[in-house]
């Protein structure tokens, strides 16, 4: 799987937009960009994933550069609950049980504060 | 629907002894796996079940770790002897599909070797 950079740590305002950068320049065409999240004392917790087009859910947006070097995450507005590490992962995503990217290859991730 | 479960939450147990977590996932998701954070490092792949067939060991760090998931339901990941080294959170996770779409994971299991 390719390898990721994050910010170490990163404050937010409450309320505002937190915007969450990842470079990933050596991402391959079959490779998903990943976003998860570890609140404090919890298990990674899934966000949001996609390939080359914009997604957006309930939890947040992902905004994928067009040479897919790069990719932001985009929580619309912090609340402190928000306050964890974010993790980007880019990963193989085929069907099928003799699958290569079954597997999730965590970093350092962004610690993200976000501040009253 | 109840998400994935792990048992027990906190173990403490001395050097040499013999420690087992447990992990239930959620119903139906025959992909399971296990991964650890041990102190100061990043969280990282130990292994992948499909059913009860072994996908992936690859993370396995030695022959002291043990995972086991007998009928394909909930797992068993055994330590012996630990080792002071072995202290950090265990994590499971399970899917619908291996290699699609998001991993569920557990609150893990915290694991302190004296």
């Known amino acids: 799987d390719a390898k990721t950079t994050q910010p170490t740590s990163m404050d937010c305002a409450e309320g505002r937009a937190a915007n969450l950068p990842c470079n990933h320049s050596t991402i391959s065409g079959n490779e998903y960009v990943y976003w998860y999240r570890q609140i404090h004392s919890q298990g990674p917790q899934y966000i949001i994933h996609?390939?080359?087009n914009n997604e957006t859910n309930e939890m947040a947006s992902l905004i994928i550069t067009e040479d897919r070097k790069s990719s932001t995450l985009i929580l619309p507005h912090a609340t402190l609950r928000d306050t964890a590490v974010y993790y980007c992962i880019v990963r193989v995503e085929t069907p099928g049980i003799k699958a290569a990217g079954n597997k999730l290859t965590f970093g350092g991730g962004t610690r993200v504060l976000v501040k009253p | 629907e109840a998400g994935v479960t792990q048992f027990p939450s906190h173990s403490v147990i001395e050097k040499g002894q013999t420690v087992t977590l447990r992990c239930d996932p959620i119903s139906g998701h025959d992909n399971l796996y296990w991964y650890r954070r041990v102190m100061g490092k990043e969280i990282k792949f130990l292994l992948h079940f499909v059913k009860e067939s072994k996908q992936d060991e690859s993370g396995m760090p030695n022959n002291r770790f043990l995972a086991e998931r007998t009928g394909g339901t909930y797992s068993t990941l055994k330590v012996q002897p630990a080792e002071l080294e072995d202290s950090g959170v265990y994590f499971c996770a399970s899917s619908q599909e291996p290699g699609l779409g998001e991993q569920y994971f557990g609150p893990g299991t915290r694991l302190t070797v004296t």
């Open positions: 996609g390939l080359k």
